[in-house]
């Protein structure tokens, strides 16, 4: 092996949820979350709404943004991603964006690195879901709080 990593992710508060914060998390030996609250997806969809950039895709390319942020910081030391499918059907659009995104920032990924797939497994609670779910309920604080500038700049 080369001293990389798989971690898994998971989601707590829907995206599209404008009335809760969303919290992202991955876990592995380490865990990671970010949160975007409630009042920033607002903003998001306001201004994008006011400049006519509000697509039928926004809450996919919001996740994906969302997943950018999340893994930006440490996606060079995982051999792969397993995200926890949020949007049925619609992975591949997804993953697009992401792969975009990293490329845009100039940081080349092997498309395969990518997945998504179910993590909760029968009784099997995935760490990634106790980061995201405690952090979401207040518990634990998140490592970075996004700000809707932060995700402007990836969606526009």
């Known amino acids: 092996m080369n001293g990389k990593t798989h971690v898994e992710v998971d989601q707590s508060g829907k995206i599209g949820d404008t009335k ?3 919290v992202l998390a991955f876990s592995n030996l ?3 979350s970010i949160l975007v609250s409630a009042t920033e997806k607002r903003k998001c969809i306001l201004i994008l709404r ?6 039928k895709r926004f809450y996919l390319k919001l996740f994906a ?3 950018f942020l999340l893994l930006e910081r440490d996606i060079k030391s995982f051999n792969r991603v ?5 949007y049925t059907g619609h992975n591949d659009k997804v993953k697009g964006y992401l ?17 998504f797939g179910l993590i909760h497994r029968g009784k099997r609670k995935p760490k990634a879901h106790d980061k995201a779910y405690f952090t979401f309920k207040g ?6 709080v996004i700000k809707a500038e932060q995700l402007l700049k990836l969606l526009e």
């Open 82 to 86: 397993i995200v926890d499918i949020e």
């Open 20 to 22: 809760v914060p969303t």
């Open 65 to 67: 943004a969302c997943l």
């Open 50 to 55: 006011r400049k006519g950039k509000l697509s």
């Open 30 to 32: 380490e865990n990671f």
């Open 139 to 144: 518990d634990v604080k998140p490592d970075k």
């Open 99 to 115: 792969l975009n995104l990293f490329s845009k920032k100039k940081v080349e990924l092997e498309s395969d690195i990518i997945q």
